[in-house]
């Protein structure tokens, strides 16, 4: 009830900012995955032959790809085009402490559009989600990939190499800076299992390079973006990045959100390969061992290659277990605390027509109401059911009552 009512609550956010919904298959062709360009996403799908056809078949592991594949395949959709969708997705991975093979996702996407609008957009509806579900203590973080890739550019890094790097990266959260430092160099122990992570073998000079960018920090976003621009001068790339920076960070103002909690932040990098430009994602101030609730970006080339279009496309996808299971220990899962408002008890068999017409009438009503289906049990069996399911009240009705015209309602 708790997973329902959340889903309701964002659902109605994302329908007030336009978002229709959309279904797309759990199963696609495993070339339309496997192609993907999600990094190491993309080696860890389930995958089978489908002897019949003839085809290799997989499990979807995320929704955006299906997107993709869907828009490519419906030219005649009206751009943009703006949905929402929840649904399981699938990954071949080692179940641990929140992390299934199997899990759901709630995705808002805009397909069609260059515009940093939708990016604006999409960046607001993650936070007012967030405040309708009773967590206004968020922060949600944004960067511009152009920049990132403008800054290994600068220490040097091969375009080539860019992908990798980024994958390191946007790993400091779990291993920090001086793993992400040994991850880009020789290589380093993993803590916890003691593996030896092998490194990208970058140069020290590239490394330190690359370290300067990220290091650069200001008292505010005025001046941490004039840093960047002043480091990264020259450089290709970077001013179309900062412009769009600059239309982003002006779009989310207008729309009058929170831009103290949207915060720019030139550490953050994403490690799904297809993404193009802004990429955010979202944590929660008083749980931040959640880690990241809501992630997402622009992704400007998925489309064309299923369609050979040019297809600029923007989304964010919510973690529905983590989100969850944040609410639920922030005492903020909602709903109602019961599901059945009265339990009609079966007293006396020969009555059972009476009970079936009380039950209907309350229905009739608006009341979520249950008839015990066992006529034989004892009171006491059919009470402790409703005790059992936080039923609030039983109506109690035998021949008596009847002849008086009269109910027992016993309050739970």
């Known amino acids: 009830r708790h997973r329902q009512d959340m889903l309701a609550r ?29 990094g190491e996403t993309s080696q860890r799908i389930f995958t089978w032959h489908h002897e019949e056809d003839q085809v290799d078949l997989g499990l979807r592991f ?11 395949g419906n030219p005649h959709l009206r751009r943009p085009f703006k949905r929402y969708q929840t649904g399981p997705v699938f990954r071949v991975d080692k179940p641990g402490a929140g992390r299934f093979r199997e899990f759901t996702q709630f995705d808002i996407d805009c397909v069609g559009t260059p515009s940093m609008l939708a990016d604006a957009e999409i960046l607001v509806a993650m936070g007012a989600a967030l405040e309708e579900l009773g967590l206004p203590h968020y922060t949600i973080r944004w960067n511009h990939r152009g920049i990132l890739n403008a800054a290994l550019l600068r220490a040097g890094i091969d375009a080539a190499r860019s992908t990798d790097v980024i994958r390191v990266l ?47 920090s200001a008292a ?12 990264l001068n020259g450089v290709k790339g970077a001013d179309d990045a900062l412009r769009e920076v600059a239309d982003l960070r002006s779009f989310v103002a207008a729309l009058g959100a929170p831009t103290e909690r949207i915060r720019f932040a030139p550490r953050l990098a994403r490690g799904m390969d297809y993404y193009t430009g802004p990429i955010f994602e979202a944590t929660l101030d008083d749980l931040p061992h959640f880690g990241s609730i809501m992630g997402g ?6 489309v064309s290659r299923f369609s050979g279009e040019q297809l600029p496309a923007v989304g964010a996808s919510i973690g529905v277990d983590r989100l969850l299971a944040a609410l639920e220990e922030a005492g903020q899962a909602g709903g109602r605390a019961h599901l059945t408002d009265v339990l009609v008890t079966t007293m006396d ?14 229905r009739a009503a608006g009341l979520v109401a249950e008839i015990y289906l ?36 016993k309050d739970l």
């Open 10 to 38: 964002i659902r109605a956010v994302f329908e007030r900012f336009g978002f229709r919904p959309l279904e797309t298959p759990v199963v696609e062709f495993a070339r339309t995955l496997t192609g993907s360009k999600a």
């Open 220 to 231: 505010d976003d005025d001046a941490l973006i004039e840093a960047i621009t002043s480091h």
């Open 297 to 302: 970006g622009r992704y400007n080339e998925l």
């Open 170 to 216: 946007d790993k400091e959260d779990k291993i920090g800076v001086e793993g992400v430092r040994l991850e880009l160099g020789s290589g380093r122990v993993d803590e916890e299992s003691g593996a030896k992570i092998d490194g990208l073998g970058l140069p020290e000079e590239q490394i330190d390079g690359l370290m300067t960018f990220l290091d650069l």
């Open 349 to 362: 068999k020969k009555l059972l027509p009476e009970y079936l017409t009380l039950v209907s009438e309350l």
């Open 62 to 72: 995320d929704l955006t790809v299906p997107l993709a594949r869907y828009v490519a």
């Open 374 to 409: 066992k006529p034989k049990a004892r009171l006491g069996d059919q009470l402790k059911y409703a005790s059992d399911w936080d039923i609030p009240f039983a109506v109690i009705m035998g021949e008596d009552e009847i002849k008086a015209g009269e109910v027992t309602v």
